[in-house]
């Protein structure tokens, strides 16, 4: 079983928007309806995906859109654990320990959980009616955001029981309407993102690669999936800095920003 932190390191991480609908409608969502479509995975579609990552190591992020409603979410998951280079991670609003509660059983499935909604000055309010995480060494994870509410809350509450090891902490970010942040990190991180960011995307209802999940998930570059496009993702030699990375106010984050350097020195190209 590997760790948190190994899996960070050696495995590039890609998602798979298996779906868009989902059973909430979070205000900072960009991808998702509440319409219900194509919840049935179409496995030649991912076993053929699949294979043009066989000799790559990869984290496939599993959401959209909520995994927890895909009819087939355990022959998907059973599809990807069939080759050792490959780690499902499962990204759920806490449906998931409704439908599909082995996955919190599996230590071999990093299960993330992204429980609140938003915290406020005096209350947390949930998507799902559930505790979370404490320490545990079944890969189960809390995913709290660190937005302006949650620093209220804390400064009123105590938040230790949080503080641990299965509990990942995200900037606030680009996905929230009332984000504002005008400055840009420098151009050098945002070439270095836009060499591989944080979240391409197999996008399985267009059944392309899309560049970029953040705030542009319309509007980024499209690729079709092919042997040669994967290489060349893998590689760092598919995607270009564009005209939305010029204009992005994301928060890069430095460790993205040193492990690529790393990986660009040793064999990118350059940017
Ligand atoms: S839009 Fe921003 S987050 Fe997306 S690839 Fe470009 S620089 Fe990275």
Known sequence: MISYNELNISYPSIDLYLSMSCNKSCHYCTAWTLEMRNLTVDMDFLRSTLSYFKEYKARFNLLGGEPGLIKNLDEVIAEIKKNPNHIPAVLSNSFVRKRYPYVLEDPTIFYMEHLVLDFYGDKIEKLGNYDFFKKNDKNNYNIVIQTPGYFEYRKNYDLRYIDHDNTILKAYNSRSPTFNRLEQDPE???????????????????????HCSKKVINGSRQYEISQENIDKMMNYQL???????????EIIPQFRKEHLLDVLAASGPSL
């Open 188 to 210: 050098e991180k945002r070439r270095i993102c836009a060499a591989f960011p944080s979240v391409p995307v197999i996008d399985f209802e267009i059944k392309k690669i899309r």
């Open 239 to 249: 995607f270009e800095f564009e005209e939305y990375c010029k204009v992005c106010t």
